[in-house]
Structures are given as C-alpha cells and as structure tokens.
C-alpha cells in the first residue's frame, strides 16, 4: 500500500510489438535497449498517461499515428495502474474506432483481460469484469475528459476516487511541462518555452488576446473608417453635388424628352388629321375660286353682250346720224332748198296755168258774147281770185297751222327733250346719287369698319391661348407659392423635430453617461479596495491563514470579519494546530455561513466587477449605438420627408423655371402677337384710311360730278330753251315771213286781179267798142300758159327729190336730234355698265384674291405639315430615339403644337445629345465616385459598368437617398461603436492580460528560488541558475498597451457617435489619436505577423547561468551550457525546477501526496554522480525520473526500477526487469 | 521650411516616374500635398534636387527639363506604347475614366467577342493566354501609375490617366504636304 498517489504500473496488451508487457514504474525507472526496441514507445505510452494527447507525443508525420501504430488489434490496451492511498484502480485504454478511456476500479488483474493466452475484445472483458464484480467507469470518450478526472477536476463526484492529483484549474501545466520535457530534452531550452509554461500555469486561455479577431475587427473598422473620410473627401462631396446636379438634368431632360415625345405624338396625328382637312379645304377653296371665275366670266359675258347690243345701237344711230348728214349734204347740193321753195310755188304755178288755160280757151273758143264773154271771163277772174284767196288762205291756214305744228313739234320737242334732259339729268343725278349713297354707306361702313378695327382684337385665338397659358402659369404660380411656403414650413418644422430629437438625444446621453459615470466609479471604488485587500493580503492574518491553516475559511472564516482579516497589525501565530476552540470557547458553526472569502471569490469577484464596467461600457456602447440608430432612424425618416419636400421644391423650382420661361416665352408670344395684331390693325386701319379718303373723294368726286351735272343741267336746259326759243322765233319768223309773203301775194294777186279785172273791163269796153278780136292778147297768153306750164314741169322733175327729202327729213333729218341723244343715252348706259361691271370685276378680284390668300394660307399649313410628316419620316423615325420613344409618341392624341413637328424633331434630337452628353458626364462622375471608394465599400457605393444607363442612375438614386437620409450617420455611428467598442474591448483585455503580471513576478522569483536549490551544493557543478524578467519587446503588445493607456486617459472621451466632428477640436484631436492608434495597431499586427497575444508576450523572461568558469550571461535561450552532459544536465534541472513550480502551482496545497513522471530520454551522457544528484533534485519535488539508457551501464544502478528490451524469438518485445528495487547509495 | 514628414515617401514614388494620384491608394500622400502650401514648399523643396514637382487636375508627378535624346527617346517610345494601349482600352466598351474597374478576365471575354480588339490585344502583347496578354498591359499601365492593381484580376483607372490624355491630346500629326492635322 502506498501512501502517495503514482502511477504504479504500465501494462501493454497487444501494443505496437508488444504482446504482452508490465511495467512497475512507480518510483525512478530506467529504460535500457538499443535503438529501435521500443524505448521510446514505452515513455510514449507513459507520456500519453498524463497528457491524453496524440499530437504531443513527438510522433513525425512520416510515421503511423498513435491510434495506429499502438492500438493495432481489437484487443490492443494499455492499461495505467495508479496506486493510492486506498489501494489501486487503473485505466484502460481501448480503441473503437477512436480511443476510450474506462477506469476500473482495482487494481490490474491479467486474468480479467486474457484468457487462454488470448486478449479479450472490450465487450467481453467488461463482461469478464462484471462476472468478477468489478467496478468499473462509464466509457470516457474525450481526452479532455479524461484529464479531468485524472488531474481531479471533473466536476463528477463519482470520478473523484480516480484522481492522481487535486489539481485546479491550470493543471494543463502539468502534463505540458511533462510533454515539454519529453519532446525537448535534447534542444534548446528557450525563454519562450518557460513564458509558455508560466503563462498557463497562471493564466487562462481566455485572456489570450486573438490578433487574428482583433486584426479582423480593426482591419473592418479601418476599411469603413476609410470609407468614410472618402466619402467626406472634398473632391467627392462636390463630385456627389455634380451626381445630383447630373442626374436631375438628366430626369430633367428625360421629363422634357417625354413631354416633347407626346407633343410630337400628338402633333403627327394632328397633322395627319390637318393635312386631310386642309387638303379638302384648299379643294373646296379652289373650288369657289373656279366657281367664282365662272360666275365672273359669265357676268363679263353677259355684260359684253349687253354692251356690244348697245354699241350695235349706238353704231345704229352713229350711222343714222351719219347718213343724215350725208343725205342733208347731198340734198343741199342738189339744191333742196330751191326745189322746196319751188315746190311751195308749184300751186300756183297750177292754178296760174289753168287760169291762162281757161283764159287762152276762153279766147280762142269766141268771140260772140263779149258779155258773156266778159261775165265769163270776170266770173272766171273772180273765181280765179276766190280760188286765190281760197288758196291763200288754204296756204294761210295750212301755214298758220304748219307754225301752230311746227311750234307745237318745237315745243314738244323742247319739252321732250327737255324731259330727256331731266331724264337723263335724273337719272344721272341718281346714279350719282346712288353712288354717292352707296358711298356714304361704304364711308359708314369704313367708318364702322375703322372703328371695328381699333376696337378689334387681332389674333385674338391665339392670344387668348397665350393668356389662358399664361394665366394657368400664374395660377400655378400662386399655387407653387404656397406650396413653396408650406413646403418650406415643413422642411422647417422636420428640421426643428430632427433638432428636438438631436437635442433630447443629447440629454439622455449625458444623464446616460452621468448614470454610468457613476456606476463605473462605485465599481471601481470597489476594485481598488478589492485590490488593496489583496495587494497587502500576504502580510496579514488573511494571508497567514491562507499559508498556515489550510481550512481556515469553514472556522476562522466564520467569525472573522474582513476588518480584522486583512488587519497588518495582527501577528499572527500558530500556537497549537487543529483546535476547534475560539479562544478556548468552541461553537459549533455547522449553521454559520462563511463570511470571509478565498481568494478565487475575491479575484472573481473583482472580475465581476471589471465585467460589470466592461457591461457597462459596452452597455454604453450599445446604448449609444442603439441612440444613434434610433436617432438616425428617426432623422432618416425626416431627412427622407425633408429630402421629398425638397424634392418636391426642386421640382417645384424646376417648374417655376420651366414656367418662368414658358411665361417669358408666352409672353414674348403674346406681344408679338400683339405687335403682329397692332401691325395689322395699322395695316387694316391703313387701308381704311386709304379706303376712306377714295371714298372721301369719290364722294367729292360725286358730289362735284352732281354739282357739274346740275350745271351742265341747267347749261343744257338753257341752251335747249335756247334753242327752243332761237327756233319758235325762228318759226315765227319764217311764219311770220310766209304770212307777210302770203299777204304780199294775196295783195299782189288781188291788185294784179284787179288790174286784171280793169283790164277786161276795159277790153270788154275796147270790145264792145270795137266788136273785134285783140290776137296778140292770145299769143301772150298762150306764152304765159307754156312758161308756167314749164315752171310746173321743172317742179315736177324734183317731186321725188322733195319727196325723197320730205321722207329723209321725216325719217332721219328731223330725228337727229334724237339719234344723238339716244346714242348718248346709250353711252352713258355702256359707261355705266362698264363701271357697274369693274365694281364687279373687282369685287371678283377681291374676293378670288382672298381665296388666293386663303389657299396660299392653307397650303402653306398644309406644306408646312406635309414637310414635317416627310421630315419626321426621313430624318426622325429611322433613328433609334424613335424607337425608344415609340411607347409614347404613337398612343398620344392628336392635338397641334406651336412648334412643329420639324421643330420638335429637332429639340428631341437636340435633347437626346443633349442627354447623351449629360449622360456622358454623368456616367464619368459616378464612375470617378464610385472608383475612390473600396471596391467592397460598406456604403456600398459600387458599380457595375456593364449593366447599361440603369446602373448608374440606380447609383445617382441611391446616393441621392444616401444624402438624403444622411445615411453616413448611420455608418458614423457604426464605426464610432465598432471603435469605441474595439478600444474597450483591447482595453479590457489588456486589463485581464497585464492582472497577471503579478502572478508572473511571484511564479518568476518562486523558480528562481527553486533555482537556487539546484546548485547541487555537493558537486559544485552549477553556481548558479538565475531568471529575471524584463519588460515585453512585442511591439503589438507594446501598441496595446498604449491603447488601454489611452483609454484609461480618456475613459469617455472617445466613441463619440460622430468620430469625424470636426467642431470640438480637443474632441477631434483625441479621436484622431485613437483612430491613429488603431491604425497602427493594424499595420503592426500585420507586419508582426502575430496569431495573438498571450501572457507569456507581457514580459521577456533571461536566463542567466554559471556553470564552472562558463557564465551564459543573461540570454534568451540554453543553447549550449558546457559538455553534452553537463548541458543535458542543466537542462533537466531547468525543466525539473519548472515542473515543480507548475505542479506546486496547479495543485491544491493541501493535497501534495502525489508524484509524478519527468520523462528525459537518452540520459547516458550524464555522469553517474550528477545523474544521482538529479535524480535527488528530482525527488525532492516529488518528481520520478524515467530515462532511456542505449546501454546497459553503472547509471542503471540508481534508479529504483530498470527494465532492458529484448525481442523475443516471435519478435515480440518483451521488457525485463534487470535489478531488484535496490538503489545504490 | 516645414515640409510634411511623408516627404521621403513621396521623394522615392515621384522620383520614379510614378504618379500620386487622389483615388489610389496613394490618396493620403495626395492629400498631404495638397494640403495648404505643401505644393509649393515641396516644389521649392524639391526642385533642389532637379526635380519639378508638376501638378495635374487630381495627380502630381515629377518632370526634368533637360534630358538626354536617349531618355526622351525612349520615353518617345513608351508613350507610343501607351498610346497603342490607350487605344485598346478606349475601343472597350467601358472606356478607361477615372475610377473605373476593369477585371482581366472581363476584358479577355471582351476581345474574345470583339474582333477587332482582339487584334489590338494581340500587337500589344506576344503572350499566349489572352488573360496572360490582357494583365500585362494592365501591370504596364500599372507600372506607368495610370493603373492601381487592387486584388489579382482587378484594375483601378487612376487620376493619371489625365496625363495621357492630355499628351495624346497635345500629339499632331504632321502630314506629308506640309498640312497638319490633330490627332
């Protein structure tokens, strides 16, 4: 039975090339072999023992694994016999698939695990150990497990009896110093080594400081720290200001591009409709122009006819007026007047002849009554003068009643003609009258018209448009006004909510902060008086008791308080161990609560605290964090109305401009249209006035004319009274003549008949006297009677004549006269009629000039259509634009547009390069934008340049958005967060890292003191074995430490929501410094190339050792310290020393009855008298040596068990103990 | 005289022919020279040293008055290259504006589908893989600091490519007859 814990015995079934082997190792054992006999597996196995880990077993990777070089069969074990106080238990170890652990409850029994010579399969070896009632564990199927148990920290009470130790929570130190000491014997012992060892005994994996993570972390923070100093770059803001410039130009454009695409739309389809409409009207205006021609043509004609029937009467009456002028001339040289005068005396020329006829037949018929003959001849001369006087007054009457018809013609004639003139002049005054009437009405109607004019409003459609529009654009105007205002007014009332907010979020943080401040400060209060306690623990009744009375804490514990515990003043001492009594007065505390604390609840208990304030700041964090979020949310929700509204004001803005120039535009049009209006109303007036004044002085003209014509009326009317008065005295004259004539003749006759009447009387008295015949009487008779019957005859001859004149008179002479007037009535109706007919004909030009007008109006509108529709086919719809625009120019209605469709061809096209080059310009800046951020920026501000126009304005979009949500507050926020918190969380882990220092110093002077019991006083080999510490040269601990320097400056200071405030220069200063030490941070991970920094980075560990003349100096690492052995020698030492710090450090102080195995290999170099004065050093620290020997030598002879290696004739390897367990003094 | 303490550092970048431009990874160095009067201090400064520091619109270079015919030579015939390769890239469907990435293997399915880039690709460079060809036109650029590599297929158009272009710009071309024409 021993009374100590140890590993007593290594049994192999079946392992590697052993069948069966059993090895007692509990006490100092040597293993001797030649090469190659399983030496090394054998410390292997007893290595895994303790640390339970295939990779640290030394095994290159050329060679089998442990699983498989060890565990070769089903019915392979190893199987550990530990022996303790009670007795024995072992472990087994077996191999399913992986190795399980089983701990058996005895000690090993060969029986229980072979049977008939043959290994029995797990399965039925546990059923062997059940049939012999044997306890045994659970599988155990984790190393870590195992080790738990093994090292006695598994929390299962059940496994606690299979402990070899009592270790604590760093007893990973242990089987790591073993292991240690196993690979590396042989090599150099490096400070690093030591640190490592130092560092888990003290320290736990937790505190570790992960570069990896931190770089990761800082590398994150870094990048979006970067990308938000480019996002504030100058060039980028004012290259987002030409972003936003570009892509509202370009909406812009867009907007007008489609406004333009409708207009053309419907002015296609307008024209189309127009081109239809006007073509009908310029055929229905051709139409009233053929129509009117033909009306003209026919009037002309008819007018013509009219005036050639005229002409033909007036050229009839011409030629009347000229034959009777030629007959008048020809009957006045064949002397017409003679002849009538003649023929007026043909009368009597009869009756004369007849007289003398009767006369002469009176004569010559006889003689014989002379009275009879007398009575006859006096009757006959009394006849002669009745028939005379009855002639003459026959003549007389037929005179008087030739003047009575002859003035009564005169008079009728002057009457009618006098008519005529009034007639004529009536109907010549009418006319003008007429004339003047109709120009007093065309005066009227100038004047009306005139009037019509200066009140008319020209253009009247259009302008009436253009003031509608302008009317709606003031309308819009007013409108956008208040829109501008309320607008205006919200943006101003979100930016005082977005203030409030600011404000109220600013308040919270402060009272936050202040809370916190206040917390942290208590918390630290309590720290530092934690701290105290244990920094003076060591000198007081706490400490003495820690060192002195192990279970102090269930008696003293519970009736001391703190005050008297860490008391310095006490003195304690032991005066009597394991009294139950409190000054001699026991109590029974078995219901009493321990007061006072150990110091693992006072560390945790102070780490409670430092995880409180690191709650705390990260709560601080998050808090802030979560604020900046909200607040961010809560402003992004404004920013984003605010953003809209000022939208909408763009917007707004953008269409007052666009009105501004539409109404400057209209209003341009409109006066133009006025000075066009003005112009024609001028022009119109103009013609007015011309029109007037021709009317003006056609009245006048008619007026004069009337005027004349009264006078020539009243000239004519004189001169025909004249004439008619020149020819009734001229009648009266020629009457009166005829008449004095007549009775010249008739008192001629009546004397001559008197004479005549005496002569016969005086005949007749001859007669009667003479009774005889007078013949020469006869004779002169008979010669008057042939001279007048001559007379008759010459009147005779001209009869004809006269009566050819008399119906010549009567038929042309005396109605010349009336052939002039009648040729001049007919005149004056050809004159009338031809003005009558030039009104027409330029009424006809007027009008047919209108319609002219009209259809040159018309087919100008009409070319002017047709020229865009053909424009719009040869220049517009081949070309891409169209079939962009295609969607919105063909659905459109038709309606007619100012500027045409050539017009508005050439803005779309203009616009399309326009938007082309905007575009261009556009796609360069988002490019250059987009090119100064990080390919893989967390704004992500990134484009793709092959996914067309929509990219980028999906960019401009997002930008837009970005600035309008001041989403960079959102990313300020972050990055503050991830910065404070990284500076926090470096902070606290320094803390965590830099709270062992003390415990390193301790374990540091607690070798050196184990160090200097290792001068193997009787040999006098080494003087001395000396280790300091020194500062950490790790330049990323160093820059660490200068973070947690810094935070410890400036506990709030830094993680201000906004890192980048340039406002607070001091602010800004200390966040510029801890971003620069986070930087630099970064690159020296970076360059250092660092996983993490662990505790053993925080200080430099220096050996120091003198060994004979040979003094190391203080170096890094035991390369070479003497010969071989003496270097071998040394370094067992070292690692001895180490093993025992570690152990003294990872076990419970009270349970120190165990030993363990120090495993140096190849130990033959070593002298016999130092390997015994190691083999002591070791024992003194309750550490068993296992070392190989390749040969049998002296040395064996020190160790209480040496095995030797041999094959047997199988091959199997087979250990044989060599000596008895006695060891040479 | 206070010159910035990145001074060596931009000493060592422009004395090499290399540029500083405002969107590379140079950004700070740029910024340092902008920075106030740091232009013309660090001209003073420099131009005891032969050197003149030049600024661009968003990029500063090193320029010498007096050069050797065979250094201009030679420089001749690296711009007729750069020209060559100017060309190629402006025949790209994304031409060559600040900022703009290119990834070698996009650009090699670019000249596969276009023929007569392809053609360009294949006078400026003799190697055998069209993605090989395309990245050392890249890396030339690259060397020239027209270029920044940013990981292994993707390129960065710096601010100095406005260099070029405005050399480009600047060439005439003398005709035969006497006449001359922009090119």
Request: charge should be negative; include cysteine; charged fraction near 35%.
């Amino acid at each position: 039975m021993e009374n100590r814990r140890i590993l007593n015995r290594i049994i192999f079934i079946n392992i590697g090339n052993t069948d069966y082997a059993s090895i007692e190792i509990a006490g100092n054992t040597c293993f001797v072999g030649t090469n190659n006999m399983g030496k090394t597996t054998l410390q292997r196995a007893i290595l895994f023992f303790y640390s339970a880990n295939t990779r640290g077993l030394g095994i290159s990777s050329s060679q089998k694994s442990f699983e498989d070089y060890y565990f070769q069969y089903p019915n392979s074990y190893i199987v550990y016999e530990i022996a303790t106080e009670e007795g024995y238990f072992h472990v087994m170890l077996y191999r399913r698939e992986k190795i399980f652990y089983r701990f058996v409850d005895s000690a090993f029994d060969q029986d229980h695990y072979i049977v008939d010579s043959e290994a029995l399969l797990p399965k039925a070896l546990l059923t062997r150990l059940n049939e012999h009632k044997v306890n045994y564990s659970d599988q155990i199927e984790t190393f870590e497990r195992y080790r738990n148990i093994i090292y006695g920290a598994d929390p299962d009470k059940r496994y606690k009896k299979f402990a070899l130790m009592k270790g604590n929570a760093s007893y990973h130190n242990i089987p790591l110093a073993i292991t240690s000491i196993f690979l590396s014997s042989e090599s150099v012992i490096r400070a690093e080594f030591v640190k490592e060892c130092i560092a888990n005994s003290i320290g736990t994996k937790h505190t570790n400081i992960e570069l990896k993570t931190v770089e990761r972390q800082l590398r994150q923070f870094s990048e979006r720290y970067q990308d938000i100093e480019t996002f504030f770059r100058k060039e980028n803001s004012t290259r987002g200001d030409l972003i936003k410039d570009n892509f509202t130009q370009i909406k812009n454009l867009k907007l007008k591009q489609r406004s333009l695409a409708t207009e053309l739309g419907g002015a296609l389809k307008y024209a189309a409709e127009q081109q239809q409409v006007l073509g009908q009207e310029v055929a229905r205006h051709r139409e009233e122009i053929e129509w009117q021609e033909a009306e003209f043509r026919k009037q002309e004609q008819e007018q013509q006819e009219a005036n050639r029937e005229i002409n033909q009467e007036i050229g009839a009456f011409k030629s009347k007026i000229r034959e009777a002028d030629k007959k008048q001339r020809e009957y006045d040289e064949r002397g017409i007047a003679d002849a009538l005068r003649q023929m007026d005396e043909r009368a009597q020329l009869a009756l004369e002849v007849q007289a003398r006829e009767n006369e002469y037949a009176t004569l010559t018929a006889g003689f014989s009554d002379v009275e009879l003959q007398f009575k006859t001849l006096f009757d006959g001369l009394e006849n002669e003068r009745r028939e005379f006087e009855n002639v003459l007054r026959a003549e007389g009457l037929q005179l008087d009643r030739k003047y009575q018809d002859d003035r009564n013609v005169l008079r009728d004639d002057f009457r009618r003609e006098e008519s005529d003139l009034k007639e004529q002049h009536q109907a010549e005054v009418s006319r003008l009258r007429q004339a003047l009437n109709q120009k007093e009405l065309e005066k009227k109607d100038e004047a009306f018209r005139e009037k019509e004019i200066h009140g008319k409003r020209y253009f009247e459609k259009e302008s009436a448009q253009l003031r509608a529009n302008l009317e709606e654009i003031s309308r819009r105007k007013l409108e956008r006004s208040s829109a501008f205002t309320v607008k205006n007014n919200q943006i101003d009332s979100l930016k005082k909510e977005g203030d409030h907010i600011r404000e109220k979020n600013k308040l919270t943080s402060e009272q936050y902060i202040a809370r916190n401040n206040e917390e942290v400060a208590g918390l630290e209060e309590k720290i530092k008086a934690i701290e105290q306690k244990l920094s003076v623990h060591q000198h007081t009744l706490f400490g003495f008791l820690q060192d002195n009375y192990p279970d102090w804490y269930s008696t003293i514990g519970k009736v001391c308080n703190e005050e008297i515990l860490f008391n310095r003043e006490l003195n304690p001492k032991v005066i009597k161990k394991n009294l139950d009594t409190l000054y001699g007065i026991q109590l029974d505390l078995g219901q009493v609560q321990v007061f006072s604390k150990t110091l693992e609840q006072y560390a945790l208990e102070k780490q409670g605290y430092i995880d409180r304030i690191a709650a705390l700041n990260l709560a601080f964090l998050e808090f802030r964090e979560t604020q900046a979020h909200e607040e961010q949310g809560k402003l992004a929700s404004i920013s984003k109305k605010s953003a809209h509204l000022k939208n909408e004001l763009t917007q707004l803005e953008y269409e007052a401009g666009q009105d501004e120039h539409k109404e400057k535009q209209y209003t341009l049009d409109l006066s133009e249209w006025k000075a066009k209006g003005e112009a024609l109303r001028e022009k119109d007036l103009l013609e007015s006035y011309q029109l007037q004044d021709v009317i003006k002085k056609d009245i006048a003209t008619l007026t004069e004319s009337l005027a004349n014509l009264d006078e020539v009326f009243t000239k004519n009317r004189k001169k025909l009274e004249g004439r008619f008065n020149e020819r009734l005295a001229a009648l009266t004259a020629a009457f009166e003549q005829e008449s004095s004539r007549l009775k010249d003749v008739r008192d001629e006759k009546l004397s001559a008949y008197a004479d005549h009447k005496a002569a016969l009387q005086k005949e007749k008295s001859k007669v009667l006297k003479n009774k005889g015949i007078d013949d020469s009487r006869i004779k002169k008779l008979k010669d008057e009677i042939e001279a007048a019957r001559k007379a008759v005859q010459t009147i005779d001859k001209h009869a004809e004549l006269i009566n050819d004149y008399r119906k010549d008179k009567r038929e042309l002479f005396d109605k010349v006269d009336e052939f002039k007037r009648e040729k001049e009535r007919l005149e004056d109706r050809v004159q009338q009629s031809e003005k009558d007919f030039a009104a027409i004909k330029q009424a006809f030009a007027k009008k047919k000039s209108q319609l002219e007008q009209d259809i040159r109006s018309l087919a100008e509108d009409l070319k002017r259509y047709t020229e865009g529709l053909e424009h719009f086919e040869r220049h517009f719809r081949e070309r891409a634009l169209f079939d962009r625009l295609r969607h919105i120019i063909e659905p459109t209605l038709a309606i007619h547009s100012d500027a045409g469709i050539v017009g508005l061809c050439s803005q779309l096209l203009a616009n399309d390069t326009e938007y082309h080059n905007q575009f261009e310009k556009f796609r360069n800046n988002v490019t250059e934008f987009a090119g100064r951020f990080r390919p893989d920026n967390h704004m992500n501000f990134k484009i793709n340049p092959q996914a067309g126009e929509g990219e980028y304005e999906r960019f401009a979009a997002y930008l837009q958005e970005f600035y309008n949500e001041n989403k960079i507050q959102t990313s300020i926020a972050e990055v503050a967060k991830s910065h404070g918190m990284l500076i926090d969380a470096i902070s606290s882990k320094m803390k965590a890292l830099t709270e062992h220092k003390g415990r390193i110093t301790k374990m540091i002077s607690k070798m050196e003191a184990d160090f200097g019991r290792a001068s193997f006083e009787s040999s006098k080999l080494i003087e001395y074995i000396k280790l300091k510490s020194e500062d950490s040269e790790n330049k990323v601990l160093r820059k660490l430490q200068k973070i947690a320097e810094f935070r410890e400056q400036n506990p709030f200071l830094y993680g201000e929501v906004n890192l980048f405030n340039q406002s607070n220069k001091a602010k800004a200063e200390i966040d510029k410094r801890s971003v620069e030490l986070l930087n630099d941070l970064q690159r020296t991970i970076s360059e250092e190339k660092y996983e993490e920094i662990r505790v053993q980075d925080l200080f430099e560990l220096r050996f120091r050792i003198k060994e004979g003349k040979n003094d190391t100096g203080w170096i890094e690492k035991i390369d070479k310290v003497g010969s071989t052995g003496t270097d071998m020698l040394v370094k067992a030492v070292i690692y001895i020393t180490l093993l025992n710090v570690f152990i003294k450090e990872s076990t419970e102080k009270t349970a120190r009855n165990f030993f363990v195995h120090c495993i140096i290999d190849e130990v033959g170099q070593i002298s016999a008298a130092y390997l015994k004065e190691l083999i002591n050093f070791a024992e003194e620290r309750n550490i068993c040596l296992i070392n190989g020997l390749p040969n049998e030598s002296k040395l064996e002879t020190h160790y209480n068990y040496t095995y030797k290696f041999r094959k047997d004739q199988h091959g199997y390897v087979k250990v044989i103990p060599l000596l008895t367990m006695t060891i040479e003094p | 005289m206070n010159i910035p303490k990145q001074t060596p550092e931009i000493f060592s970048i422009l004395s090499k022919g290399n540029f500083i431009s405002s969107n590379g990874s140079r950004g700070k160095l740029f910024d340092v020279i902008n920075f106030e009067d740091n232009f013309q201090i660090l001209k003073e400064f420099f131009a005891h040293t032969g050197y003149h520091l030049e600024k661009g619109h968003n990029y500063f270079y090193f320029s010498q008055q007096e050069e050797t015919n065979t250094i201009m030579e030679k420089k001749l015939e690296q711009f007729a290259y750069y020209i060559d390769v100017m060309d190629f890239f402006s025949s790209m469907d994304v031409k060559p504006v600040v900022g703009t990435r290119y990834r070698v293997t996009q650009i090699a399915e670019e000249c596969y589908a276009n023929e007569r880039l392809k053609q360009k690709l294949f006078a400026l460079s003799r190697r055998e893989k069209m993605v090989d060809k395309v990245g050392e036109i890249a890396n030339d650029l690259t060397a020239g600091g027209f270029f920044e590599q940013e990981d292994e297929d993707t390129y960065k158009v710096m601010d100095a490519i406005h260099y070029l272009e405005q050399v480009i710009s600047l060439i005439t071309i003398e005709e035969e007859d006497g006449e001359q024409a922009d090119s």
